[in-house]
C-alpha cells in the first residue's frame, strides 16, 4: 500500500484535495527505526505554503461534506475498517517497526481501530436532535418549539503522538467525518508513516477529495503556523502536557479536545485482592514499556499488605519478556528514543540516591529499560509526581486511604485511577473523591472499550472523547425556533 505514496526517489508524497503529492518545498525528514536503525523511509518537512494548501482544500470540501447524507459517509468508514483488517499484517508490521511496539500490541492496535472506526459509522447513524416545546418555561406557550440539531465545526486539525499512531489518529478522524467535518492530520513524526498509510486506507475506502488532508513535518517547526492557522476550526491533540499546555496558550477562540499526560495511581486497600491487583499492576505498568497515557505509574499501598502484594509484583514481574520485538515477542521494548531512555534513567538513578529500594531491574541496554520497581518511594522524589513514559513503577506506602487519596490528588494530573478492594463502600467512597476522568474498580487504568468516555482533569487534558463523545465535542448545536401564528 505504502508505495503507492511515494514519489520517483522513494520519498512519501503527503494526501492533499484527494492527491498524493510531492513535496515542494523539498525537505524531508528520515525515519528510521528504533529496533534496528534501518532507514524506513523520508516524510516531507511541509513548508507553510503547502499547510496552507491543506487547510484551504480542507475548507472547501466540507462544504460539500456536510451535505453528503450520513448513511454515505458512513459506508466509507465501512470501507475503511475492512481495508484497515486486510491489510493488518502489512501495518501491524509498519508500526512495530517505526514506534518499536510489540507484534501483539501492534496487532491489537489495528483490530481495534477497525472496529473503533465501524462503531463510530454505527453510532453516528443513530444520533439525533431533539425539539424542545416552550410551554415548558413560564410565559411561553407551545407555539414555540426549538428544533435542535447537531451541526460540524468545520475544518478540525488531528494532531496525533507517537504510541499508538493508527488508533489514536483514527479515532480523531472517524468521528471528525461522520460529523461532517474535513480533516487535517498531522501525525508525530515517528509514527507518520503509519499516519500516511492509515490515510491511504481512508482514501481506497473512497474519501472525497479535501475532505482528509495530511501534513507531515516537526511539530517544533510547523506545529505553531498549524495550530493558530486562521482556517482550523477545531484542535483534537493528543501528546504531552507541555504542548498541550502551548496550544492552548497560543489559540484563541478554537475549541480544543485533548488527552494529554497522567500519572495514573493504583491504590491498593487491606481487604484487596492481591493477586488480582499485581497482576493489573505489572500488565497496566509494564506493556509497551510504560508508553502509554494510561499506563498505571505509581502503587499506592497500605502498610499492612504492603510487603505481600511487592512479593506478588515481584513474581509476576519474572514472567515479563524483554527485548527487541524482532527477535521474540516480548513485552517490554526499547523506548523510542535515546531521550526518552535517559529521561527514564535519570528518574531512577535520582529515586536510588534520595534512597528509594530497588525491587526489581534497574539495569539498561541502550533504549532497553528493564522493568523496573521501587518500594518506598517518598514523596520528595521525582519518581513520586513525574510521568516517566517508560517501565518504571514507584511503591508508594500509607497508612490509610485518606492518605492514598491525598497523595493521588496532589499530582497535577487527573487521567485515571485504580482502586483495589473488596469493600465496595471504599471502592466508591475513593472513586467519588479522586480527581480525575476516571476510576477503574478493581481493574487497570485503560481507555477501552473505546465507547466509554475517556477525559483527563487538571493537566491531563479537557474535553470528552469515546466514539459518542468524540463526535458530539466535533459538533455544535444549531437551534431553529418554529414561531406558530395560533396555538389552538
Ligand atoms: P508530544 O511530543 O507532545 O507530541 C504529540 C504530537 O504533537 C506529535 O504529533 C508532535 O509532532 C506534535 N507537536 C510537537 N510540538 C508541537 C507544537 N508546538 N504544536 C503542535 N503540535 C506539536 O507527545 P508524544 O511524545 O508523541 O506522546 C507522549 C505523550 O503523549 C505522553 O505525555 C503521553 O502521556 C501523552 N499521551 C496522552 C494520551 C491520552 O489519551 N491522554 C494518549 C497518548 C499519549 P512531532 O512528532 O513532529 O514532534
Ligand atoms: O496512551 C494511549 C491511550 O489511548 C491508552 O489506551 O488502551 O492503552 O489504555 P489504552
Not at 513535518?217 to 510547523?222: D, L, N
Request: charged share 25%; hydrophobic share 40%; with cysteine.
Amino acid at each position: 500500500m505504502l508505495n503507492n505514496i511515494r514519489d520517483e526517489k522513494g520519498n512519501f508524497k503527503n494526501l492533499i484535495n484527494g492527491e498524493w503529492v510531492q513535496s515542494i518545498g523539498g525537505n524531508f525528514i528520515h525515519i528510521k527505526s528504533p529496533l534496528d536503525d534501518s532507514f524506513l523511509g523520508s516524510v516531507p518537512a511541509m513548508t507553510k505554503e503547502e499547510v496552507d494548501v491543506a487547510v484551504k482544500t480542507a475548507k472547501e470540501a466540507q462544504k460539500r461534506w456536510r451535505d453528503t447524507a450520513i448513511y454515505e459517509r458512513a459506508e466509507i468508514l465501512y470501507r475503511a475498517a475492512d481495508i484497515i483488517l486486510e491489510n493488518e499484517a502489512e501495518l501491524s508490521y509498519l508500526m512495530m517497526m517505526e514506534i518499536a511496539k510489540d507484534r501483539k500490541s501492534c496487532r491489537s492496535e489495528v483490530s481495534r481501530t477497525s472496529d473503533f472506526i465501524r462503531f463510530t459509522a454505527d453510532t453516528a447513524k443513530n444520533l439525533s436532535g431533539e425539539s424542545i416545546p416552550g410551554g415548558s418555561f413560564p410565559g411561553f406557550k407551545n407555539n414555540k418549539v426549538s428544533i435542535v440539531k447537531r451541526e460540524p465545526l468545520g475544518v478540525v486539525l488531528a494532531i496525533s503522538p507517537f504510541n499508538y499512531p493508527v488508533n489514536l489518529a483514527a479515532s480523531k478522524i472517524a468521528p471528525a467525518l461522520m460529523a461532517g467535518n474535513s480533516v487535517v492530520f498531522k501525525p508525530a513524526t515517528q509514527g507518520s508513516l503509519c499516519g500516511l498509510y492509515l490515510a491511504k486506507i481512508f482514501e481506497a475506502a473512497g474519501t472525497p477529495a479535501g475532505i482528509l488532508n495530511t501534513v507531515t513535518g516537526k511539530g517544533s517547526e510547523i506545529g505553531d503556523y498549524i495550530t493558530t492557522h486562521k482556517g482550523i476550526d477545531f484542535i483534537n491533540f493528543t501528546g504531552s502536557t507541555e504542548i498541550g499546555k502551548r496550544i492552548s496558550e497560543i489559540t484563541s477562540m478554537v475549541p480544543l479536545l485533548m488527552e494529554l499526560g497522567g500519572k495514573d495511581a493504583a491504590i491498593v486497600l487491606k481487604d484487596a485482592d492481591l493477586d488480582l491487583a499485581a497482576s493489573n499492576i505489572v500488565a497496566g505498568g509494564y506493556s509497551y514499556s510504560g508508553q502509554r497515557c494510561t499506563a498505571v505509574k505509581r502503587i499506592l499501598v497500605v502498610n499492612e499488605v504492603a510487603d505481600k502484594l511487592i512479593e506478588k509484583i515481584k513474581e509476576k514481574m519474572k514472567k515479563l519478556t524483554v527485548g527487541n520485538p524482532l527477535e521474540k515477542d516480548v513485552d517490554v521494548v526499547p523506548l523510542i528514543n535515546s531521550k526518552a531512555a535517559d529521561f527514564v534513567w535519570q528518574l531512577i538513578e535520582e529515586a536510588e540516591e534520595k534512597g528509594a529500594k530497588l525491587i526489581v531491574g534497574g539495569k539498561r541496554e541502550g533504549n532497553l529499560i528493564y522493568p523496573t520497581l521501587f518500594d518506598r518511594v517518598t514523596t520528595e522524589m521525582r519518581l513520586a509526581w513525574e510521568e516517566p513514559f517508560g517501565p518504571v513503577l514507584p511503591i508508594i506506602r500509607v497508612n490509610d486511604v485518606d492518605e492514598a487519596i491525598e497523595i493521588a490528588n496532589k499530582s497535577e494530573y487527573g487521567l485515571q485511577g485504580a482502586v483495589f478492594t473488596e469493600n465496595i463502600n471504599d471502592a466508591f467512597y475513593i472513586a467519588d473523591k479522586l480527581e480525575v476522568g476516571t476510576v477503574q474498580v478493581n481493574n487497570k487504568t485503560e481507555r477501552g472499550p473505546d465507547h466509554f468516555p475517556f477525559l483527563g482533569v487538571k493537566s491531563s487534558g479537557m474535553g470528552t472523547q469515546g466514539v459518542r463523545y468524540s463526535i458530539e465535542a466535533m459538533t455544535r448545536h444549531k437551534a431553529t425556533v418554529i414561531n406558530l401564528s395560533s396555538n389552538k
